[in-house]
């Protein structure tokens, strides 16, 4: 019999408590009592499961069989790293232990991805526990797709094994109760820029207005570089092409470029962001600052800075390759760099994006359980987002199965995260289903 809401509860919420933050401030151990605890979870219904160490944090396998000679071979994925969960005083709940208000969990981790990922741990093991298994299922969970590492990925290049399809439960829904099928992602690129314009900091009365300033610098190289009415210079959009006729008309389906603003409580770019959403969301690469540093703002200095920094992100479509990419931007910001300024570009993490065909057979089931589980029509669209396991498993021919139960409005990545507990606990249904009828592929 499945397990009951509060039973699978307490398994959820024992995962959540373990802190496995990924990005800067978490510490080692616990990612690898993360790795463990799903490691755990796979021996106890029956399967086998190890901890797999990697050039960074660990990844977590494990093996479920259904006994089947003819069984089709199933990918199941999700992370177990979690964000940071600065700044802690804007909680309103301490982000390692989980509660229920007003019909949500709080916790780091409860939509992204451990909530997520549990839906899916969960239905294989009970399926296996009862004996109804019908696919044969490996299940992977990596410690780095907070900090866009690529241990996964190199696991998975490394792998003899074959797959027939993955289920992949690190995305979300339309909006309460209608479930969407997410048939592409955008790539990503992080890195850094390191402005330079002389070897010290220099008095800003006796030497302003002669000498360069690389706060000033590094701001002309980002205003250089955004965006204009959502497209990016000409050089960052190559290999960019257009979303078919079909595509762009689903898109009015969904809900307005307004109300997913609205959502995430930010003000749209410029006038074109809202009818343009879905476009430049889903269809076109984007460049964004993730940070910036340039001495401390809160004190009193009057200084012309020496150097400045900023952490980046671009975003890719489909048919955009990572590396290029890449050369473009270094390229597109050197010919932005006055003299006198040096500048120092490092990459941290690249993966290309990547959209399936939705009438492939895997996918056709997903949508029709997806859509019987949470009785809505399944909304099938892209994502902006990226998961590099994902872009891989297209570029080794696996039909991957992208869902998942998080909303918008979820604060993932930020303080007060949540996961609706009635998406929960169809997500756990909806798996289960899908698990049982990918055996007809």
Not at 314 to 320: F, G, I, K, S
Not at 399 to 423: F, K, Q
Request: aromatic share 6%.
């Amino acid at each position: 019999m499945p397990r009951t809401t509060p039973e699978l509860l307490d398994e959820l919420f024992d995962f959540i408590r373990i802190p496995s933050i990924s990005s800067g401030d978490g510490d080692d151990a616990d990612l690898r009592r993360a790795a463990e605890w799903v490691c755990a979870r796979v021996r106890d219904a029956g399967g086998e499961a190890a901890v797999v160490d990697t050039a960074r944090n660990p990844l977590a396998v494990g093996r479920l069989r259904s006994g089947r000679a003819d069984a089709p071979q199933l990918l199941l994925y999700g992370h177990y790293d979690v964000q940071t969960v600065h700044p802690l005083s804007a909680w309103e709940s301490p982000p390692f232990e989980p509660v229920i208000r007003d019909g949500y969990i709080y916790a780091r981790g409860a939509s992204d991805d451990k909530g997520n990922f549990h839906c899916l741990l969960a239905a294989a093991c009970d399926l296996a526990r009862e004996g109804s298994l019908a696919c044969d299922i490996t299940i992977v969970s990596d410690g780095e797709e907070e900090i866009g590492g690529d241990s996964v990925v190199r696991w998975l290049d490394a792998s003899s094994d074959r797959f027939d399809a993955a289920v992949v439960f690190d995305g979300g829904m339309v909006a309460a109760g209608w479930p969407q099928l997410t048939i592409g992602v955008r790539g990503v690129v992080t890195g850094q820029m390191r402005v330079s314009t002389g070897a010290r900091d220099v008095h800003s009365g006796i030497y302003g207005g002669a000498a360069l300033n690389a706060a000033h610098v590094l701001a002309t190289l980002i205003e250089g570089t955004r965006a204009r009415d959502g497209l990016l210079p000409a050089s960052l959009r190559a290999d960019v092409r257009d979303p078919s006729p079909a595509e762009v008309a689903s898109w009015a389906t969904l809900p307005s470029g307004a109300a997913e603003l609205a959502a995430a409580g930010i003000a749209p770019l410029d006038d074109g962001a809202v009818g343009d959403y879905y476009r430049r969301t889903f269809a076109l690469p984007t460049f964004d600052v993730n940070a910036i540093t340039c001495r401390d703002a809160a004190q009193h200095r009057t200084i012309i800075p020496h150097e400045a920094t900023a952490a980046i992100s671009l975003r890719l479509v489909p048919d955009q390759d990572a590396a290029r990419a890449f050369a473009n931007f270094e390229a597109h910001l050197r010919g932005l760099l006055p003299a006198g300024a040096t500048l120092e570009l490092v990459r941290w993490g690249a993966s290309s994006g990547c959209a399936y065909d939705p009438s492939l057979p895997a996918l056709t089931i997903a949508r029709r359980v997806l859509a019987e589980a949470f009785s809505h029509d399944c909304a099938v669209a892209r994502t902006g987002g990226a998961i590099p396991l994902v872009s891989a498993l297209h570029r080794h021919g696996v039909p991957t199965v992208l869902s998942g139960v998080a909303l918008p409005e979820d604060n993932i990545h930020a303080p007060n995260e949540r996961l609706l507990l009635s998406n929960y606990e169809a997500g756990v249904r909806a798996a289960r289903s899908l698990l049982t009828a990918l055996a007809g592929l």
